[in-house]
């Protein structure tokens, strides 16, 4: 009896240790990546680096300032469009998702979440690009936006599903209709959680290139409206740090801590907003 304690707490002390191990290597990466992005991108950040076009090739200087204010106008248009059909969708499948319509929608759902993101930039250069005949910031937006739907869809039915089944029919006994009470009971209690989805989505999807390769494409100057190419910090990203001058090398690095910051940010807020504790009236 006390060897087969001793060995259960033989084995518990090593699983433990293996567990702390593996956490530590976990974090190591994490904060070795983070670190060396810090120290390479941080070098090049500078004021101009925020207010000043790219220079010529060439020559040195010059800033990513059109490539944020493009992701800015991306990420815009990609909300406008992909969260409110992601979120009714999410309410549709929350709240009226027991029927052979749902399940399709559902299904539909997770596999569009599991399609390259490449391959969501192809469908939007097809549907959208080649009609109109040239890259645009409308065409990157939509495709942005269409990755963020599925994300918004799942994530805001989860949310939903997370609320009490009393609360709704509390508002029900009170005489409310079964819209009523979804979007003045059921939703106001999830608010927090679905805006908390949208935030990382908008995080999950600030990153792409492929998408935006085949529809924004890139743009070394400003892009006044939305009907022309316009930069994006992960293009620029992209072309800065295969490009043979070092100093764009040096670009690149700034910008991908730039654009890990703003990803960094949204899931701190996102993290923040739900787990913030709610005060009782």
Not at 56 to 67: D, K, L
Request: glycine letters at 10%; one cysteine or more.
């Amino acid at each position: 009896m006390k060897s087969r304690m001793a060995r259960r707490k033989a084995v518990n002390v090593f699983m433990f240790a293996l567990t702390g191990v593996c956490l530590f290597a976990a974090l190591s990466v994490l904060f070795f990546i983070l670190g060396y992005l810090m120290w390479q991108g941080g070098r090049s950040l500078s004021w101009q680096f925020f207010t000043q076009l790219p220079t010529p090739v060439g020559e040195t200087g010059g800033g990513f300032a059109n490539a944020i204010v493009g992701s800015a106008k991306l990420l815009l248009l990609a909300s406008l469009i992909g969260v409110p059909i992601g979120f009714m969708g999410g309410v549709y499948l929350a709240e009226f998702g027991g029927t052979a319509p749902a399940f399709a929608v559902r299904y539909t759902t997770d596999l569009l979440n599991g399609v390259p993101s490449i391959v969501m930039g192809i469908f939007a250069y097809a549907i959208i690009v080649l009609p109109m005949g040239h890259f645009s910031t409308l065409a990157g937006g939509i495709g942005l936006g269409v990755m963020m739907i599925p994300i918004a869809v799942r994530s805001t039915e989860e949310f939903l599903r997370a609320v009490p089944n009393s609360l709704r029919e509390a508002a029900l006994a009170l005489g409310a209709t079964k819209w009523r009470a979804v979007a003045t009971v059921v939703i106001p209690a999830a608010m927090r959680g679905i805006i908390t989805g949208i935030m990382l989505d908008l995080a999950r999807v600030a990153g792409e290139t492929a998408p935006l390769l085949f529809t924004a494409f890139s743009n070394r100057f400003w892009s006044p409206g939305w009907n022309q190419p316009t930069a994006s910090l992960p293009v620029m990203i992209y072309t800065y740090a295969i490009a043979p001058y070092e100093d764009w090398n040096q670009q690149a690095w700034a910008g991908g801590l730039i654009l890990l910051g703003l990803v960094l940010i949204a899931n701190v807020a996102a993290r923040f907003i739900l787990h913030r504790p709610t005060h009782s009236h």
